[in-house]
C-alpha cells in the first residue's frame, strides 16, 4: 500500500469510527482520543488530515458532492432538468450519512459544501453572489425541510417539484 491509499484508509477509518460514535453521542461529547481509539489509528493521523471534528464530516461531504457531481456530469442526459433530481438521489443514496448529520444539528457542513459547488465567494460582483446564494441557500432550505419529513419523496418528484417553481 503506497501513502496516499494508506491515508485515503486513515481517513476512511476517521470518518467511519466518527459516524459510529454520533450514534451514541453528540459531537462535542466526543474527543480525539476516543475518535482515533475507535478508529485504530494514532492521533498523529488525525491532526495530518483534520484541523477539527467538524472537519471530518465537512471533507467527507466534499468527498461526496464531488464524487456525484462527476458521475452527473457523464451521463448523457445530464441537464439544467435533471440535475435536481440527481442530486437529491445523491443524498438519499447516502442518507445515513446526511441524516446523522441532521440528527446531531451538524448540517452546516453541508450548506458549506453546497455554497463552495456553486463558487459563491466574496470576490464576486454583488448581483451574482446573490444569484449564487439564492440558489444555494434554496437548495439548503429544501434539503432540510426534505429531511424534516423523513425524504418522503423520491428523486423524480423532488426534481417535478423544484422545476415547477
Not at 16 to 37: F, G, P, Y
Not at 49 to 67: A, P, R, T, V
Not at 73 to 89: H, N, W, Y
Request: some cysteine.
Amino acid at each position: 500500500m503506497n501513502n496516499q491509499e494508506k491515508n485515503n484508509y486513515v481517513r476512511q477509518q476517521i470518518t467511519e469510527a466518527l459516524l459510529r460514535l454520533l450514534q451514541k453521542k453528540e459531537l462535542n461529547e466526543i474527543s480525539v482520543s476516543e475518535l482515533t481509539k475507535e478508529a485504530g489509528v494514532g492521533r498523529v493521523s488525525f491532526y495530518r488530515n483534520y484541523n477539527d471534528l467538524s472537519d471530518i464530516l465537512y471533507k467527507h461531504d466534499k468527498i461526496l458532492l464531488k464524487q456525484w457531481k462527476a458521475t452527473f456530469e457523464k451521463q448523457p442526459d445530464a441537464s439544467i432538468q435533471t440535475v435536481f433530481g440527481s442530486l437529491f438521489q445523491h443524498y438519499k443514496d447516502h442518507s445515513d450519512f446526511y441524516m446523522t448529520l441532521y440528527r446531531n444539528g451538524l448540517t452546516a457542513s453541508m450548506l458549506e459544501t453546497i455554497k463552495a459547488h456553486c463558487e459563491l465567494s466574496p470576490e464576486l460582483p454583488n448581483a451574482i453572489a446573490y444569484q449564487k446564494a439564492f440558489f444555494a441557500y434554496g437548495l439548503y432550505g429544501w434539503l432540510m425541510e426534505w429531511m424534516e419529513r423523513g425524504m418522503q419523496e423520491d428523486a423524480a418528484a423532488i426534481n417535478a417539484m423544484l422545476l415547477a417553481q
